[in-house]
């Protein structure tokens, strides 16, 4: 059975069709790209799946659970964790606060013994900090962790990203855009996170992204979209060499 | 358990007994002027007000201004307990605290969907719906007001301010609170994180609700009547001035703008056009000048007491 | 015609005359959102200046309605001008909230500035008017109520004209619209937004001089209530839309007058805010507006 199955997903702003008759699957640990034109409704997939937009027609099976009418917050509880294609940390906030910020649905504490500062607060935030530092330090980050995350530097802020919501302990680690701005040094550099993040959590990648070289990299599948329709799947080689892709992809070069 | 007992906490708690005691003493040998006393009470009032309305405004980001609504309710509802059923004064605010808060738990319900200048705007309305509604109930005297015994003191006043800050820096410093500050932070990417952002908003509104209603249970068992008008935009207002003064987001702060903007009115209480004229400039130049308050998001705080190696301390490098 | 019908026909061209007030301020309310955002909570006492520079002309300089009025609306779109400059344009890039706080402390200054200087006394407008009143058919319609809605369609249609047909109309739509293509596109976003804020007063200060004329009295915090009943018109037809904010405050009088009608006077300012809320809740972009989500 797969991780996640999207069948005939579509949605419509107004007159236009933003996604039309999408057809995804994705298994366990399975690294999945996303790839297409500017415009291509790849993000609008995302906001679909992670239930920031209702959709409009259509199903998303994950897990064995069905994900309709479900708030962003809980789907980010059944296990789909998301980074944002414009970085969207807590950005006045500590390092460190950004990720126990993402323990938080796994926080074993409540509310009466914060207040009344029972020992399950003690032995909660202990155990919070302990993983979050543990977190930090898989990302290097954990000497910057008392560090405002605004003033990182981008490249640590896409990682902190990542990190944070890896925290929410997720399935299936959605990434858009996760190389936008970057070299290609760093790049080449989040290819390897990417894979190694893989390995280490034993979850599944979907990764929305605009550089070929990333994705056909690291992927194992692809996924091509145009005009919000699927107009290619397969391997990296096989996406490198179909004509419809070349020519949605007109003028760039596929490498 | 040993947190409670580091030096840091030790001198706040003997900060906080002397400060007591001393006012204590001063009441007790009769070396208190009324006045004095009477601030002392208001000072204690406006810090659990602009405390908890900063627990909405400051901590999660939503812009109520409403807040003297909260505070009605409590106060005649802890005045009712008192003078209708002649219940204890505990109960009384008590009474007065959990009615505003299912008040708010009830209005936040619809309104916190609303973001921004449109929150504003509907708790502000709201607040003048609750003081009109009690203008127009002849149960709790109307208009002309409703009259109270004087059963609190200062020893009930402190205290109950204490223990109220001490809760709410509890909330604020723990995994809850922290998920009210990320949807003050970013409401999208605490949406994509796992939290409920609609519930932590109501917690907070409802708990700032609890608050402001002790706070108005305290204000009606203080000053022997109180009235409608008492608790118009205006005083929410005064109460928003207060957490701006001390810096959105800063407990801390809170207790200072409260403290630096009941002395003022005091000191001004001859002048109360010119009261209000200085709070105006005073609170533009402040958004101009230094938008963050006195103390921005941080708190104050006594870490250099702490032992070296200080997590503060190391976060400085 | 049967004296329930009378009463409810008299109701109606009451609330007519306040809703044509409620529509004048409610227009600069909406147009001050529209280009900056900005709920100008001060925009009510602009309207009270108003009152008290037409209290002015009319006592101290013994002029007529007409040249007090366009004085009234000078002085306070000058005002506006001003406020907008010192306080607010320091602030249009700071959050949000800075400057709500910001337009809550010029009200604050109005208020009480304004107590400083002219005393809380309340004042008693001269009869500028005739004392003429209309019985058409049972329905008493005063003289007062005749100049007070024709001087606010007036003023509308003009306003429209301005914001239609001219120059500086289009550069306010264009601003309103998208302010940084505005300002790429050579507009001078400054003085467009100062435009704003002028012809905002100055309709705000022409509804405190109405307000003077309709009601005889003014004093120095007669602009809160009726402000917040303005901007609670705004928002309900839709803030930033002008048309919107003409409809909300003729239905905003029409309800008031009725509650007022049915005898439950004290209750009226309560209906405001709940219909507020109501509309609110249910859509918050108000009767004309659409709505609009961040983009994620």
Redesign the interface.
């Known amino acids: 059975m797969p991780l996640l199955k999207i069948e005939n997903l579509s949605k419509s702003f107004g007159g236009l069709k933003a996604v039309s008759n999408l057809n995804i699957e994705i298994n366990d640990k399975e690294l999945i790209g996303l790839i297409g034109p500017n415009g291509a409704g790849k ?1 609008t997939v995302f ?1 679909l799946l992670t239930g ?1 937009y209702d959709k409009s027609e259509g199903n998303i099976t994950f897990g064995d659970k069905n994900l309709s009418g479900l708030k962003p917050y809980q789907v980010t509880h059944r296990g789909m964790a998301r980074t ?1 294609q414009n970085i969207r940390l807590f950005s006045d906030l500590s390092v460190i606060d950004n990720v126990k910020i993402a323990y938080h649905q796994r926080t074993s504490y409540s509310m009466a013994s914060a207040i009344f500062r029972l020992p399950g607060y003690y032995s909660g935030e202990a155990e919070m900090e302990r993983k979050a530092l543990e977190l930090l330090k898989i990302f290097h980050l954990e000497d910057k962790a008392q560090e405002t995350a605004k003033n990182l530097p981008y490249g640590e802020q896409r990682r902190l990203e990542i990190a944070r919501a890896l925290a929410t302990e997720p399935k299936l680690l959605l990434l858009d855009e996760p190389a936008a701005g970057m070299n290609p040094q760093e790049t080449q550099d989040l290819m390897n996170l990417i894979r190694w993040i893989r390995e280490q959590f034993k979850l599944a990648i979907l990764l929305i992204e605009h550089d070929m070289s990333l994705v056909m990299g690291v992927c194992e599948r692809i996924y091509v979209l145009d005009y919000g329709m699927i107009i290619a799947q397969g391997a990296p080689d096989e996406i490198k060499s179909n004509p419809k892709v070349i020519e949605a992809y007109l003028g760039e070069e596929v490498v | 358990m040993g947190k409670w007992m580091n030096r840091q906490s030790l001198v706040t708690i003997l900060g906080v007994l002397l400060i007591y005691g001393i006012v204590q003493g001063s009441i007790f040998m009769d070396v208190m002027p009324p006045f004095v006393a009477l601030t002392l009470i208001q000072i204690c009032i406006y810090v659990i007000l602009s405390s908890s309305l900063n627990l909405i ?1 400051g901590i999660t980001g939503q ?1 109520s ?1 409403g807040h003297a609504g909260f505070m009605a309710i409590g106060g005649y509802f802890a005045a009712i307990v008192i003078v209708k059923f002649h219940g204890p004064l505990v109960l009384a605010l008590l009474v007065g605290a959990i009615v505003s808060a299912v008040a708010g738990f009830l209005i936040g319900l ?2 916190l ?2 973001n ?3 929150l ?3 708790t ?3 607040g ?2 609750v003081r ?2 009690f ?2 109930t002849e149960y709790v005297g109307g208009a002309s007001g409703f009259s109270v015994p004087k059963t609190i003191n200062w020893t009930w006043a402190f205290g109950l301010t204490v223990l109220s800050i001490l809760v709410m820096r509890n909330f604020i410093n723990s995994t809850h609170g922290r998920a009210c500050i990320s949807v003050r932070e970013n409401e ?1 990417a605490a949406d994509a994180m796992g939290i409920n952002t609609t519930k932590y908003k109501i917690i907070a509104f409802t708990l700032g609700a609890f608050f402001a209603g002790l706070a108005g249970g305290i204000y009606a068992n203080y000053m022997y009547i109180i009235q409608p008008m008492t608790f118009s935009f205006l005083k929410s ?1 005064d109460i ?1 001035v207060m957490v ?1 003064l001390g810096g ?1 987001g800063s407990l801390t702060g809170s207790i200072v703008g409260a403290i630096v903007m009941t002395v003022a009115s005091a000191a001004l209480a001859g002048l ?6 200085i ?6 130049a402040m ?2 000048f230094r ?1 963050t308050g006195l103390l921005g998001t941080k708190e104050f705080s006594l870490s250099f007491l702490g032992k070296k190696g200080d997590k503060n301390a190391a976060s400085k490098n | 015609m049967g004296s329930v019908t009378l009463q409810f026909l008299q109701q109606i061209v009451n609330g007519l005359s306040l809703g044509s007030i409620y529509a004048l301020i409610a227009l600069g309310y909406t147009m001050v959102y529209g280009i900056i ?1 900005l ?1 100008n909570f001060a925009h009510g006492d602009i309207m009270m200046v108003g009152a008290y520079v037409g209290w002015f002309a009319t006592t101290t300089l013994h002029l007529s309605f007409l040249p007090a009025l366009v004085l009234a609306m000078m002085a306070s779109a000058i005002l506006g001008v001003l406020i907008e400059r010192i ?1 607010y344009k ?2 249009r890039n ?9 337009a ?6 109005l ?3 304004g ?2 200087l002219v005393t ?1 006394q309340v004042r008693t407008y001269p009869p500028v008017f005739p004392d003429t009143i209309y019985n058409i058919g049972g329905i008493i319609v005063k003289y007062g109520d005749i100049v007070m809605i024709v001087t606010s369609i007036i003023l509308m249609v003009l306003l429209h004209v301005i914001v239609q047909y001219t120059k500086i109309g289009k550069a306010m739509r264009a601003v309103s619209f998208d302010t940084e293509a505005a300002l790429l596109m050579g507009i001078n976003v400054n003085n467009t937004i100062s435009a704003t804020f002028a012809i905002g007063s100055g309709l705000a200060a022409a509804a405190g001089v109405l307000m003077g004329v309709y009601f005889n009295t003014i004093d120095p915090l007669m602009g809160i209530i009726p402000g ?1 009943k303005a ?2 018109a705004a ?1 309900l037809g839709g803030i930033g839309i002008i048309p919107g904010a003409m409809v909300g405050g003729v239905f905003l009088g029409l309800t008031e007058s009725l509650v007022s009608g049915l005898g439950w006077s ?2 009226r ?2 209906v405001a ?2 219909i ?2 109501l509309v ?2 249910v859509k ?1 972009s108000g009767l004309f507006g659409k709505n609009i989500r ?1 983009k ?1």
Not at chain 2, 272 to 277: H, I
Not at chain 3, 94 to 101: C, K, P
Not at chain 3, 104 to 109: K, N, P, Q, Y
Request: glycine share 4%.
């Open positions: 993000t906001n920031v944002f | 405004n812009f201004i619809p309104t969907r609303l921004g200048d449109y504003a705007i509907a502000l309305g709201l003048e719906i009109i509604i203008l127009n999208i207002f928003l701006v959105l109360p056009e010119w009261r209000l004229v709070t105006a400039v005073l609170l533009v958004m101009i938008p | 955002k709920i306080a320091p602030l700071v959050i949000r909230i800075a400057s709500l706080i910001t809550i402390g010029v009200s604050l200054f208020e009480y500035g107590m400083l809380p917040l901007f609670v928002v004290t209750w300012d309560a805010f709940l507020l809320i609110l809740i918050p961040e994620v």
